[in-house]
């Protein structure tokens, strides 16, 4: 049996906190954001994006988001357009 390609690590965070306007990204308090996590694909950091958007759901103020930092890390490479 022939083992499986590896998959390229495209490392993804997810972090969010409370906004001060619902039409804005910027943070109410700073030292307040919540960094969730990195993770090796986008797969598992929209997971994780997931399940803490869920949790939050009742506060329209606080938001997480996704982050693809193989794109901020290596923007020429191939598949930094892609997820």
Aim: glycine share 4%; charged share 25%.
């Amino acid at each position: 049996m022939s083992q499986p390609a590896a998959q390229k690590q495209l490392l993804h965070i997810v972090l969010g906190g409370e906004l001060t306007r619902l039409d804005d990204v910027e943070f109410k308090d700073l030292s307040q954001v919540d960094i969730v996590g990195i993770y090796p694909n986008y797969a598992s950091a929209y997971a994780a994006w997931r399940a803490k958007a869920q949790q939050t759901v009742d506060n329209a103020h606080m938001r997480y988001f996704i982050v693809h930092l193989h794109r901020l890390l290596d923007p020429e490479a191939p598949g930094s357009d892609k997820r």
